[in-house]
Nanobody, 126 residues
Framework: QVQLVESGGGLVQPGGSLRLSCAVS????????VGWFRQAPGKEREGVSC????????YYRDSVKGRFTFSRDNAKNTVYLQMNSLIAEDTAVYYC???????????????????WGKGTLVTVSS
């Protein structure tokens, strides 16, 4: 049974940093595409950063390039999203997701994935 549990969200001031974690279980992380998505109030869900296991591609949406970093620790079955220089527009519920299918990271970040966590809220405000 695939399980994803996000943590690390909270309230942070503009310019601050947070690191989100996603603990995964029930599957081999080496063979799944993994991604971080977010949904702000009143807006559609959007892909933030994704990594594909089938072609080793990675993707960051333009608005987070240079500020957010995706990483993974397969030994701990955990993926991370380091978020620096946070701005108010980063406020959203952040979700971790995985998918066993083949495809590019951009594809997964555009169309979504099969399995989702419940999300963690990030609020950027002074």
């Amino acid at each position: 049974q695939v399980q994803l549990v996000e943590s690390g969200g909270g309230l942070v001031q503009p310019g601050g940093s947070l690191r989100l974690s996603c603990a995964v279980s029930g599957f081999n992380l080496d063979y799944y595409a993994v991604g971080w998505f977010r949904q702000a109030p009143g807006k559609e869900r959007e892909g933030v950063s994704c990594v594909s296991s089938s072609d080793s591609s990675s993707y960051y949406r333009d608005s987070v390039k240079g500020r957010f970093t995706f990483s993974r620790d397969n030994a701990k079955n955990t993926v991370y999203l380091q978020m620096n220089s946070l701005i108010a527009e980063d406020t959203a519920v952040y979700y971790c997701a995985v998918d066993p299918a083949q495809g590019s990271a951009r594809h997964f970040c555009t169309y979504g994935m099969d399995y989702w966590g419940k999300g963690t809220l990030v609020t950027v405000s002074s």
